[in-house]
DNA sequence: GCGGTAGTTAACAAATATGTTAATTAACAA
DNA sequence: TTGTTAATTAACATATTTGTTAACTACCGC
C-alpha cells in the first residue's frame, strides 16, 4: 500500500467507463466483449481501459481457450477504503462543530475568523 | 454526487502532493504558502494544485487581507467512501469463498475453473 | 490449411495535466 | 507613492491519457 500505488488506483477510478467495468465485474467474470458490449467505444479503447485496471492491480485475467475473463481484485479498493477513512470526522461532525475543533487542536495564531467564502 | 463529480474527486487524489496537501489542510486551515512549504515546488504549481482541489470541492478559501486560507471541504470525501463501500464485501470475505459466491450468482456457462493468474 | 471469433498492439491525433519562469494583481506598511 | 509580501495568471514545454482505425496474434472448427 505505497503512495505510488494510490496513485495508480485513484487515477483508474477516475474515469466513469472504468467504474462501470469494475460494477460489472462486480456481479461475476466477463470476457472483454461482454465488458464492451455497453458502450459506445471500440473494443481497443475497452482493452486499454482493462490494462490500466490491471496494472493498478483492480482486476487480474485468466486465459480460456480465445477468450480472456476478466475478473474483479478488491485489494486497491480497500486500500482506498482505508485511505478515506482517515477523515470521516471531518463529515460526520457538523461543519461548526468543526470550526471550533480546528481553531482548538490549531493554537491559533492570528484571529482567522472567516467561514464560508 | 452525479458521476461526474466521482470523476473530479478520484483525478483529484490521484495526485500525492494534492493528497498531502489535504492531510496538512485535515490539522486546520493555510495559507498557500504554508501549504507550499514541505514541497520542492514552484509557488505556481502548488496554487495550480489547490485549483484543483477547489474545483473537486475538496477545499474552499477564504480571504483575509493578502492571505487565501485554504479549508478543507470533506463532502466529496464522503461521496468516495460510499462508492467504495458497495465493495466492501469483496474483500471481506475470502477469495475462495469469494469465488463460489461468483459461481453461483452467474449461472456458469462454460466451465471455466481458473483462478489467480 | 482456411476462415471466423476474441483480443491485443501499432501508429496516430487530440485533449488534458503538470511543471517551469516571468509578469500581474491585491493588500499592507511606511 | 514606493516597496514588500501573498498569490494568481500568462506563456510555454513536455508528458500522459484517451480515443480512433488498421494490422496482427491466438485459438477454434471444419
Not at 31 to 46: D, G, K, Q, W, Y
Request: with cysteine; proline share 5%.
Amino acid at each position: 500500500m505505497t503512495e505510488d500505488h494510490l496513485d495508480a488506483t485513484f487515477a483508474s477510478l477516475a474515469d466513469p467507463t472504468r467504474r462501470a467495468i469494475l460494477a460489472r465485474l462486480a456481479q461475476g467474470e466477463a470476457t472483454v466483449n461482454e465488458l464492451a458490449e455497453p458502450f459506445e467505444m471500440s473494443l481497443p479503447a475497452i482493452s486499454r481501459h482493462l490494462k490500466v485496471l490491471e496494472r493498478a492491480g483492480l482486476i487480474s485475467r485468466g486465459r480460456e481457450a480465445q477468450w480472456r475473463p476478466c475478473r474483479l481484485e478488491a485489494g486497491p479498493l480497500k486500500d482506498i477504503a482505508n485511505w478515506v477513512e482517515r477523515y470521516r470526522r471531518f463529515w460526520d461532525a457538523s461543519f461548526d462543530r468543526m470550526a471550533d475543533y480546528l481553531k482548538e487542536l490549531q493554537t491559533p495564531k492570528g484571529d482567522q475568523d472567516d467561514r464560508k467564502n
